[in-house]
Every structure is written in structure tokens, then in C-alpha cells.
């Protein structure tokens, strides 16, 4: 991309809408993927993180055309996406916090269930 943008516009890096929300992306998943490695959070982190990173590839993707509706890359301008968009982006964000209230009440009322043989010997004596 940065060969093609240098022959037609004359530079490498534009700081177009469209390239900056694909580099936020990147940086963001980025992240999230050095945080699981470093420690910084748990699997459960990991789930967490690309499921809100997914909201930078959607602004990217779609954001960028139907939301913002400028910059250099003219292909796929529309109107009207900033229902469907900002749907999206609610539902996810909806997701992520009963994920994480799930999460976080399952840590509390741990599950505890008695082992078959356990039951049959308590149940003897």
C-alpha cells in the first residue's frame, strides 16, 4: 500500500482517516496480544481486549466510509451507516460488560459440586 501511495499521491503515509483508523487497529491488537504474553492479564483479558479491539476494525472498516465520509481513499463513501455502526458498537460494548459481570460473579458463587464416590461415602456414614 505504501509502494501505490507514494506513486500516485507522492508519499508513503498520508495520515488519511482510512490509514490512521487500519493503524490504530493494528497497534491495537498489538497490545492486547503483547499485554497476554507480558502477563499484564489473563486469558479472560485476552477475550476481552480483541472483542473491544474488534470496535477499532469496525471503525476502520466501516466507520471511516459511512461515519466520517472523507479522506483519499473515495471508494465506498455512503450515508446512513452511523445507526448501524453505532448499534454495533453499543451491542459489543453491551456484551463485554455482561462478560465481564459474568465473569466477575462466577469468582464469587464459585460452583462447587460433590464428586459421585465423595456423595456415596457421606451418604453411608
Request: glycine share 12%; with cysteine.
Amino acid at each position: 500500500g505504501g509502494v501505490w501511495a507514494n506513486y500516485s499521491w507522492g508519499r508513503f503515509w498520508g495520515w488519511d482517516p482510512k490509514e490512521t483508523w487500519a493503524l490504530i487497529a493494528l497497534l491495537c491488537y498489538i497490545t492486547t496480544l503483547h499485554g497476554r504474553l507480558a502477563g499484564w492479564w489473563t486469558e479472560f483479558g485476552l477475550v476481552v481486549a480483541s472483542v473491544v479491539c474488534f470496535l477499532a476494525v469496525l471503525m476502520a472498516w466501516y466507520g471511516v466510509n459511512f461515519v466520517l465520509g472523507k479522506g483519499l481513499h473515495s471508494y465506498g463513501f455512503g450515508i446512513g451507516g452511523e445507526t448501524y455502526v453505532g448499534t454495533f458498537v453499543i451491542a459489543d460494548l453491551l456484551f463485554v460488560a455482561f462478560a465481564i459481570w459474568r465473569h466477575r460473579s462466577s469468582k464469587r458463587f464459585p460452583i462447587t459440586r460433590e464428586e459421585p464416590v465423595a456423595a456415596a461415602v457421606s451418604a453411608a456414614d
